[in-house]
């Protein structure tokens, strides 16, 4: 498969979009990102690597980290999971509280908002420095030390986070946060403030792609039907209110950021991340998902 070539195009094919949407406003620091940048990296299990724009230039990755996070759950967690979040995708935005007062503080899944508190909640039960062994653990999955938080984008998430400290008081009230509700909402803005390029997202997402292969980073390790199930969750539940649209269009498993990032797998083939931070109505880049539908149309490869 030529992906250099497909590459090439999907640049050419995604040029009338580039005016659509806008990024984030709601978090202050993102507001002030140039919205008129693209980059693209695809990473192949053979060991190949195709690039495209900005894909070196590091960007907030936000909900692509709910992937990282779960991964590290399950790690210390297995099973025992699943009875304080579901997995089930919940048709709401991903910082929607209205079902969750419906179903007693259990989150729908992992990747709304409420679903990565009660994640972060228990991430901090089991590690003596969160911030500093999460962060460990993502560089080591993308294989640079360089990776960091962006402090100023989790102090000003903070500042505007509301409805997140809502949410976490909220799942406090039903029993489902064990710690100080200050400190989740710390850590979980710090995760979403990580920053990391295309060229970054993909690597790290190739273990996920390898799901035959052992997943082994530091002390973190997974079997393969647990690598299995989180790519599961990425497709019924990667992409907000979305995830049908992203499954009908694009056909793989993948997570979404309000960053404008993306990054998706083809099981045993290929990492991919996408970056524009121009976002649609349901908070995913459009120039994002136009790029992903072009290139599995184009390569005739999906999982469909
Ligand atoms: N930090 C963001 C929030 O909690 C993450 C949202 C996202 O990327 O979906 O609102």
Redesign the pocket.
Known sequence: MDYKKILEEIYNEIQPYKEIGQQ?T??PELAKINPDQFGMCIDSLDGKSYSLGQSDKPFS????V?VFALAMCLHFEGDKLWQRVGKEPSGTS??SVVLLEMEKGIPRNPFI?AG?MVITDILMDHLKNPEEQFLAFVQELCGNKNIRYNEKVAVS?REK?Y??AATVNLLKYYGNINNDIERVLQF??RQ??IEMSCTDLARAFLAFANHHSPFRFGEIQLSSSQVKRINAIMQTCGF?DEAGEFSFLVGLPGK????GGIAAIYPSRYSVAVWSPRLNPK?NSVMGIKALELLTTKTEESIF
Request: net charge neutral.
């Open positions: 984030a709601y978090i990755i936000q909900s692509i709910k991903f910082n908002n990565a998430e986070g409805l997140n979980y803005f979403c403030s907000y979404s950021g309000v960053g908070g």
